[in-house]
């Protein structure tokens, strides 16, 4: 607008064909005799392009905390798998000694006499454990990625209507 202009904003409803019953933003200029009207739907375009994006970006952070979330699963479940190793060498030494072999195990700084059989026990428990763990981290991280791709699906969507919004005003 020039500097003597002034803008004066009414909005019309359109009566002529109820099925496109929109409103119109009548913009009267007084200096001129020129009338602009703009198309109410251009100007909600551009709102709902703006409301798309804002749940594009909510929608980005939820596939980001997803992301991290299935990379502590795959470090967790690294850590567990390590163990899972450790004790299965344990146990197939366990299963080598004889039966009155000497057998310490490590509490603190102390190393303290345990009986064979114990130590095997207490040993496949802890795989027991360990593999029950692993099976959790699975299913966990079968949901978490199950969950990230239907959230890229999602944002994948929402792109493609933001696009076409983009594309209609263009065009417009």
Do not use: C, W
């Amino acid at each position: 607008f020039s500097e003597g202009a002034n803008a004066i904003a009414t909005p019309i409803s359109s009566s002529k064909n109820p099925a496109l019953s929109r409103r119109l933003l009548h913009l009267s200029l007084s200096s001129s005799s020129q009338q602009v009207k703009l198309d109410s739907p251009m100007a909600s375009s551009s709102t709902a392009a703006r409301e798309l994006q804002k749940e594009l970006e909510a929608k980005a952070n939820d596939l980001s905390k997803l992301q991290k979330d299935i990379s502590k699963n795959h470090q967790v479940r690294k850590k567990y798998t390590i163990q899972l190793g450790e004790n299965e060498l344990v146990l197939k030494e366990l299963d080598l000694l004889n039966e009155d072999a000497n057998v310490y195990k490590l509490i603190g700084p102390v190393l303290v006499k345990q009986d064979l059989a114990e130590a095997n026990a207490n040993v496949r428990k802890r795989i027991e454990y360990i593999s029950a763990e692993l099976k959790r981290l699975d299913s966990t991280l079968q949901d978490l990625e199950e969950k990230q791709n239907s959230k890229k699906e999602t944002i994948f969507k929402l792109q493609q209507r933001i696009q076409l919004l983009q594309a209609g005003k263009a065009k417009a």
